[in-house]
C-alpha cells in the first residue's frame, strides 16, 4: 500500500518536473534561423561551389588530374607561336590556349581537391551554395572565354622594374618599391 | 429555455407578441449560430496554437511564413483541406466511413447546449446537464469505432478498439469525479454548479475540503485527457505504431472534421473542468464580474471568463502534451484501473461524508459523532479492499513466473 502511495506520488511529481522544463523553454530563445532572411555565417573555407578565373590559368591540368570524381574537363592546345606573350597574375607565363574548361558541379564532391595542386591559383572554392536548379545540366559551368582580356606583360618584370618616371617626392616612393 | 426567452423579452419587449414559433426558433438558432460559428473557427486558433507552443518548447519557432508570424497557417491548411480530394480506398463500407467523422463531430459539438457562458448565457439550462454531457460525449466513441471499422484497415481498427477501451475505462473515474461537485451542490445543472460557487476564488470547488478537491481536479483532468484521446494518452492514434490510428484513411474534408472533433472535444472538456471546480463564468474576485465606464451599462464578463479559464485548461494539455512521451497500452489501463479509479472511489466516498455530515450543522453534532466512524470504516474497507486486490495480484504475478 505504501508503494503505491509511493508510486503514485512520483508518477505526479516527476510529471510536474516535466512541466517545469518544458515551462523554462517555452522562455527561451528559439534556435531556428529564418533561413533566405537570416542566414548562418559560414566558416572559414567553407567549400562550396568551385570556381576558376579563366584569366590565370596556364591549361596544365593538374586539377583535372587530381579531381576524384573526373568533374573537371579541359582542353588546351599550344598557342601560335607569333602569338603575343601573356602571363598570370602570379608571374607564370600561359604557354597553353585553353578552350575548353567545363566545371560539372553535379558530380564534384566538394573535396577541394584541385584547388592545392593549382600553380597560379586560379581555381577555389567560393562560398556560393545558392546554386540549385531544376536542370542538372545547369550544373555544367563552363569556364572558358572567348574574349578574356589577359596580362601582356610580365607581371614580374613589372614589380622588378623601378617605378617609372613620375616620383614627385623623392626620397620616400622607391623606398616603397624596394621594400615591395 | 425559458430564461433565454425571458432574456429575450427584456431585451425586446416586442418579442412578446411575435407568433411563438419565431421566438423558439430565434432562441434556438441564435446560440446554435453563435456556438457553432465560435467553435468552428475556434479549432483554427487551437492549431496554430498548439503549433507555436510546441515550437517555443523545443526552442524553435513554429509557423512564421504566411501571414504575420504564421497568424494565416491554419487558415491556409484549412482551405487546403477542404479543396483536398476525400479518398475513398477499396473496400471501405462508405455509408459508415462518411457517418463517422460527423458522428465524432456530433459528440464533440453538442455539450455546447449546456456550457453556461453567463448567469443568462447558455442555450439551454438542462437539469441533467453533467448527464447530459457524459452521455453526448460518449457519442463520439461510437464514431471512432464506426471509422476504424469502416476504414477496413487493421491499423484503423487498432486504434478504434484502443480507443473504445481508453474511453471506457477512463470515463468510469471521470464520471465518479463529477459526482463530487454534483454531492456538493445537489443539482446535476451546470449553471446550478457554476451558481453555488459564487464568492471568488476561495469559494470554487478546486479549493474546498482543501487536500481532497485539488485531488479530484487533478484526476479529472487526467481522466478527460484520456477521454480526449490527447498525449500522453494518445495512443489511438500513436503514429510510431498506428500509421494514425483510426483517420488513417481518412482524407480532405473528412480528415478535418476528425481534427476539428479533437480540437472540440479539449475546449468541451475544459470548459466543463472550469464550471465544475474552476468557477465557471465567475470571476476570480466579484468586481471583476462586470465591466464598464461610469454611466454606461456594466457588461457582464462571464463569457470571458469561461473562456480564459478553459483556454489556460488547453494550453496545459498542450503543456502536458509536450512534455510527456505516449504511454504503453499497459501503462494506460494501469493508471486508469488501479490509480485514478481507487482515487475517485475513495474521494466520493469522503466527500459524500462530508455532504451528509457537514461540520456546521447546528446542536448536538450526534451526525457526526455517528457518521465519521462510519465514513473512516467505509474509507477502511476500501483501503482494504485495494490491499487485498494488491496482494492477489503479487502472488498471481509470482505464481505466473515460478
Same mark, same amino acid.
Given at each position: 500500500?505504501?508503494?503505491?502511495?509511493?508510486?503514485?506520488?512520483?508518477?505526479?511529481?516527476?510529471?510536474?518536473?516535466?512541466?517545469?522544463?518544458?515551462?523554462?523553454?517555452?522562455?527561451?530563445?528559439?534556435?531556428?534561423?529564418?533561413?533566405?532572411?537570416?542566414?548562418?555565417?559560414?566558416?572559414?573555407?567553407?567549400?562550396?561551389?568551385?570556381?576558376?578565373?579563366?584569366?590565370?590559368?596556364?591549361?596544365?591540368?593538374?586539377?583535372?588530374?587530381?579531381?576524384?570524381?573526373?568533374?573537371?574537363?579541359?582542353?588546351?592546345?599550344?598557342?601560335?607561336?607569333?602569338?603575343?606573350?601573356?602571363?598570370?597574375?602570379?608571374?607564370?607565363?600561359?604557354?597553353?590556349?585553353?578552350?575548353?574548361?567545363?566545371?560539372?558541379?553535379?558530380?564534384?564532391?566538394?573535396?577541394?581537391?584541385?584547388?592545392?595542386?593549382?600553380?597560379?591559383?586560379?581555381?577555389?572554392?567560393?562560398?556560393?551554395?545558392?546554386?540549385?536548379?531544376?536542370?542538372?545540366?545547369?550544373?555544367?559551368?563552363?569556364?572558358?572565354?572567348?574574349?578574356?582580356?589577359?596580362?601582356?606583360?610580365?607581371?614580374?618584370?613589372?614589380?622588378?622594374?623601378?617605378?617609372?618616371?613620375?616620383?614627385?617626392?623623392?626620397?620616400?616612393?622607391?623606398?616603397?618599391?624596394?621594400?615591395? | 429555455?425559458?430564461?433565454?426567452?425571458?432574456?429575450?423579452?427584456?431585451?425586446?419587449?416586442?418579442?412578446?407578441?411575435?407568433?411563438?414559433? $419565431?421566438?423558439?426558433?430565434?432562441?434556438?438558432?441564435?446560440?446554435?449560430?453563435?456556438?457553432?460559428?465560435?467553435?468552428?473557427?475556434?479549432?483554427?486558433?487551437?492549431?496554430?496554437?498548439?503549433?507555436? /507552443?510546441?515550437?517555443?518548447?523545443?526552442?524553435?519557432?513554429g509557423p512564421m511564413r504566411v501571414g504575420p508570424y504564421g497568424l494565416l497557417q491554419t487558415v491556409a491548411d484549412t482551405v487546403k483541406l477542404l479543396f483536398k480530394e476525400a /479518398?475513398?480506398?477499396?473496400?471501405?463500407?462508405?455509408?459508415?466511413?462518411?457517418?463517422?467523422?460527423?458522428?465524432?463531430?456530433?459528440?464533440?459539438?453538442?455539450?455546447?447546449?449546456?456550457?453556461?457562458?453567463?448567469?443568462?448565457?447558455?442555450?439551454?439550462?438542462?437539469?441533467?446537464?453533467?448527464?447530459?454531457?457524459?452521455?453526448?460525449?460518449?457519442?463520439?466513441?461510437?464514431?471512432?469505432?464506426?471509422?476504424?471499422?469502416?476504414?477496413?484497415?487493421?491499423?484503423?481498427?487498432?486504434?478504434?478498439?484502443?480507443?473504445?477501451?481508453?474511453?471506457?475505462?477512463?470515463?468510469?473515474?471521470?464520471?465518479?469525479?463529477?459526482?463530487?461537485?454534483?454531492?456538493?451542490?445537489?443539482?446535476?445543472? =451546470?449553471?446550478? /454548479?457554476?451558481?453555488?460557487?459564487?464568492?471568488?476564488?476561495?469559494?470554487?470547488?478546486l479549493f474546498r475540503y482543501f487536500p481532497i478537491m485539488p485531488v479530484a481536479f487533478v484526476v479529472f483532468f487526467v481522466a478527460g485527457l484520456a477521454e480526449t484521446n490527447r498525449?500522453?494518452?494518445?495512443?489511438?492514434?500513436?503514429?510510431?505504431?498506428?500509421?494514425?490510428?483510426?483517420?488513417?484513411?481518412?482524407?480532405?474534408?473528412?480528415?478535418?472534421?476528425?481534427?476539428?472533433?479533437?480540437?472540440?472535444?479539449?475546449?468541451?472538456?475544459?470548459?466543463?473542468?472550469?464550471?465544475?471546480?474552476?468557477?465557471?463564468?465567475?470571476?476570480?474576485?466579484?468586481?471583476?464580474?462586470?465591466?464598464?465606464?461610469?454611466?454606461?451599462?456594466?457588461?457582464?464578463?462571464?463569457?470571458?471568463? $469561461?473562456?480564459?479559464?478553459?483556454?489556460?485548461?488547453?494550453?496545459?494539455?498542450?503543456?502536458?502534451?509536450?512534455?510527456?512521451?505516449?504511454?504503453?497500452?499497459?501503462?494506460?489501463?494501469?493508471?486508469?484501473?488501479?490509480?485514478?479509479?481507487? /482515487?475517485?472511489?475513495?474521494?466520493?466516498?469522503?466527500?459524500?461524508?462530508?455532504?451528509?455530515?457537514?461540520?456546521?450543522?447546528?446542536?448536538?453534532?450526534?451526525?457526526?459523532?455517528?457518521?465519521?466512524?462510519?465514513?473512516?470504516?467505509?474509507?477502511?474497507?476500501?483501503? =482494504?479492499?485495494?490491499?487485498?486486490?494488491?496482494?492477489?495480484?503479487?502472488?498471481?504475478?509470482?505464481?505466473?513466473?515460478?
Amino acid at each position: 500500500m505504501g508503494q503505491w502511495f509511493k508510486d503514485v506520488w512520483e508518477g505526479f511529481f516527476t510529471v510536474l518536473v516535466g512541466m517545469r522544463i518544458t515551462w523554462r523553454h517555452l522562455f527561451t530563445d528559439p534556435v531556428t534561423l529564418q533561413y533566405p532572411s537570416v542566414r548562418w555565417p559560414l566558416p572559414p573555407r567553407s567549400r562550396m561551389r568551385l570556381f576558376m578565373k579563366y584569366e590565370d590559368c596556364i591549361g596544365c591540368g593538374q586539377c583535372v588530374r587530381a579531381c576524384p570524381v573526373s568533374c573537371i574537363s579541359l582542353k588546351a592546345e599550344k598557342r601560335p607561336a607569333d602569338a603575343p606573350p601573356i602571363w598570370a597574375a602570379n608571374g607564370q607565363p600561359i604557354k597553353l590556349h585553353v578552350s575548353v574548361f567545363d566545371i560539372d558541379m553535379s558530380l564534384c564532391c566538394y573535396c577541394n581537391l584541385c584547388t592545392y595542386p593549382c600553380p597560379t591559383d586560379c581555381i577555389y572554392m567560393t562560398p556560393e551554395y545558392e546554386f540549385a536548379t531544376s536542370d542538372l545540366t545547369q550544373h555544367l559551368y563552363r569556364f572558358a572565354k572567348k574574349d578574356a582580356v589577359f596580362i601582356t606583360e610580365d607581371p614580374k618584370k613589372k614589380a622588378a622594374a623601378p617605378l617609372p618616371a613620375p616620383a614627385p617626392a623623392p626620397a620616400t616612393p622607391p623606398a616603397k618599391a624596394a621594400g615591395a | 429555455m425559458d430564461a433565454t426567452y425571458a432574456y429575450l423579452v427584456q431585451l425586446l419587449p416586442a418579442a412578446a407578441h411575435w407568433p411563438p414559433w $419565431l421566438v423558439v426558433a430565434l432562441i434556438a438558432a441564435l446560440p446554435a449560430l453563435a456556438c457553432f460559428t465560435f467553435m468552428s473557427l475556434g479549432p483554427l486558433v487551437y492549431v496554430y496554437g498548439e503549433r507555436k /507552443i510546441s515550437a517555443f518548447m523545443q526552442d524553435r519557432l513554429g509557423p512564421m511564413r504566411v501571414g504575420p508570424y504564421g497568424l494565416l497557417q491554419t487558415v491556409a491548411d484549412t482551405v487546403k483541406l477542404l479543396f483536398k480530394e476525400a /479518398i475513398f480506398p477499396k473496400g471501405v463500407d462508405r455509408r459508415l466511413f462518411v457517418l463517422a467523422p460527423l458522428l465524432v463531430n456530433v459528440g464533440a459539438f453538442m455539450p455546447f447546449v449546456v456550457i453556461p457562458w453567463g448567469s443568462r448565457l447558455q442555450p439551454a439550462d438542462l437539469n441533467v446537464g453533467v448527464f447530459y454531457v457524459v452521455a453526448i460525449a460518449s457519442l463520439s466513441t461510437v464514431g471512432l469505432i464506426m471509422a476504424g471499422w469502416a476504414s477496413n484497415n487493421k491499423y484503423s481498427l487498432f486504434g478504434a478498439m484502443r480507443s473504445a477501451a481508453q474511453i471506457v475505462s477512463y470515463e468510469i473515474p471521470a464520471v465518479m469525479i463529477l459526482l463530487v461537485p454534483v454531492m456538493i451542490v445537489g443539482s446535476l445543472s =451546470l449553471r446550478d /454548479i457554476t451558481e453555488a460557487q459564487q464568492g471568488g476564488l476561495p469559494s470554487w470547488f478546486l479549493f474546498r475540503y482543501f487536500p481532497i478537491m485539488p485531488v479530484a481536479f487533478v484526476v479529472f483532468f487526467v481522466a478527460g485527457l484520456a477521454e480526449t484521446n490527447r498525449a500522453p494518452f494518445d495512443i489511438p492514434e500513436a503514429e510510431s505504431e498506428l500509421v494514425a490510428g483510426f483517420h488513417t484513411e481518412y482524407s480532405g474534408f473528412f480528415f478535418a472534421m476528425f481534427f476539428m472533433a479533437e480540437y472540440t472535444e479539449m475546449f468541451v472538456l475544459s470548459a466543463v473542468a472550469t464550471v465544475l471546480f474552476l468557477g465557471g463564468y465567475l470571476a476570480p474576485h466579484p468586481a471583476l464580474q462586470t465591466l464598464g465606464l461610469v454611466g454606461l451599462p456594466q457588461v457582464s464578463l462571464g463569457w470571458f471568463w $469561461l473562456w480564459f479559464k478553459a483556454w489556460s485548461l488547453v494550453f496545459v494539455m498542450m503543456w502536458l502534451r509536450w512534455t510527456l512521451p505516449r504511454s504503453r497500452v499497459d501503462q494506460l489501463m494501469h493508471i486508469a484501473w488501479k490509480v485514478l479509479l481507487p /482515487i475517485a472511489l475513495v474521494l466520493v466516498v469522503v466527500v459524500g461524508g462530508f455532504v451528509l455530515w457537514p461540520a456546521t450543522s447546528g446542536g448536538f453534532p450526534w451526525d457526526r459523532w455517528v457518521g465519521w466512524p462510519l465514513a473512516i470504516a467505509l474509507g477502511a474497507f476500501l483501503f =482494504l479492499v485495494m490491499v487485498r486486490a494488491l496482494q492477489w495480484n503479487r502472488r498471481r504475478a509470482r505464481e505466473l513466473t515460478a
